[in-house]
């Protein structure tokens, strides 16, 4: 068999692991993660599906050495895809350089679940030079604000911003996100 029928398999079987469920793969997935980290789009999926609480723990360091060590983005999103899992434990700390690795709109969308204020707020004066996806990402985010120090900032991007940028606040505003 070649290299890349092993692939396919692979894919396959964590695709469909992935669809029924089935956490027996996930102590193969935290012991040979460098190896199946060819398939971290399949590999995040299957952890946002079937991974307890404590096997997120677990992975979470081994994650972070992954942010550390690799620079493409499109690996750092799916990590990130993982890293930012909603119902991620409370044990879970990210070391500050695991943080800076992560692009900003995945640190934004941590800090705001992870209510860290300071992230969120020392970006409000610089909303407009962000790019239109970390904006819209900080929109987002500006939630875990108080509405007295969220809402001047949305009023101002809305009368400055894009037809999107004025449905993300508006959506943001209208306490949706807060639900």
């Known amino acids: 068999m070649t290299q890349t029928n092993n692939v396919t398999l692979a894919k396959h079987v964590l695709k469909k692991c992935t669809s029924a469920k089935i956490r027996s793969l996930a102590p193969i997935i935290s012991e040979n993660f460098n190896i199946l ?16 609480n404590e096997m997120l723990l677990d992975l979470s360091a081994i994650i972070s050495g992954f942010c550390l060590q690799n620079e493409n ?14 119902d991620y434990p409370n044990g879970h700390h990210l070391d500050d350089r695991v943080f800076s690795a992560l692009e900003l709109r995945d640190q934004l969308l941590l800090a705001a679940k992870r209510k860290d ?26 939630n875990a604000l108080t509405k007295d120090e969220r809402n001047p900032i949305l009023d101002h991007i809305e009368s400055r911003g ?8 508006r959506y943001v505003k209208s306490g949706i996100t807060s639900r």
């Open 37 to 52: 980290f060819p398939l971290i789009r399949e590999v995040a999926y299957y952890v946002r599906r079937t991974f307890t």
């Open 162 to 169: 894009t037809p999107l940028d004025i449905a993300y606040c």
């Open 73 to 86: 983005r499109f690996s750092l999103r799916w990590l990130a895809y993982i890293l930012t899992l909603p």
């Open 117 to 142: 204020l300071h992230r969120i707020k020392a970006l409000r004066t610089k909303v407009d030079q962000l790019s239109e996806i970390d904006r819209h990402a900080w929109i987002i985010s500006s």
